[in-house]
Nanobody, 124 residues
Framework: QVQLVESGGGLVQAGDSLRLSCEAS????????MGWFRQAPGKERDFVAA????????YYAGSVKGRFTISGDNAKNTVSLQMNSLKAEDTAVYYC?????????????????WGPGTQVTVSS
């Protein structure tokens, strides 16, 4: 089992920056990759970014590429999401997720563990 807890959400203005963190505990060595997803009211949970523990390859959704940066600290079992130039459309609950097996990191269906989420609200 892997437990995930997100932190760092809040209310900011458009153009501001915010840094989300995800702390993993439990059998973290068994995970292949970590991802961030977000879900706005009335919408599906969408892929934001992902990182593999082996090699540190990163992947981004087109809507955040160039503005968001995902990073991981294997020793501390943490994954962060630095969000710059925030827009009102970035408003959502952000979830951290871990997947055990290799595969498409952009699909939420392949992730095995999820955090409870943290709210990010960007006012325009």
């Amino acid at each position: 089992q892997v437990q995930l807890v997100e932190s760092g959400g809040g209310l900011v203005q458009a153009g501001d920056s915010l840094r989300l963190s995800c702390e993993a505990s439990g059998r973290t060595r068994s995970s292949y990759a970590m991802g961030w997803f977000r879900q706005a009211p009335g919408k599906e949970r969408d892929f934001v970014a992902a990182i593999t523990w082996n090699g540190g390859s990163t992947y981004y959704a087109g809507s955040v590429k160039g503005r968001f940066t995902i990073s991981g600290d294997n020793a501390k079992n943490t994954v962060s999401l630095q969000m710059n130039s925030l827009k009102a459309e970035d408003t959502a609950v952000y979830y951290c997720a871990a997947r055990i097996a290799a595969g498409s990191l952009r699909s939420r269906n392949g992730y095995d563990y999820w955090g409870p989420g943290t709210q990010v609200t960007v006012s325009s």
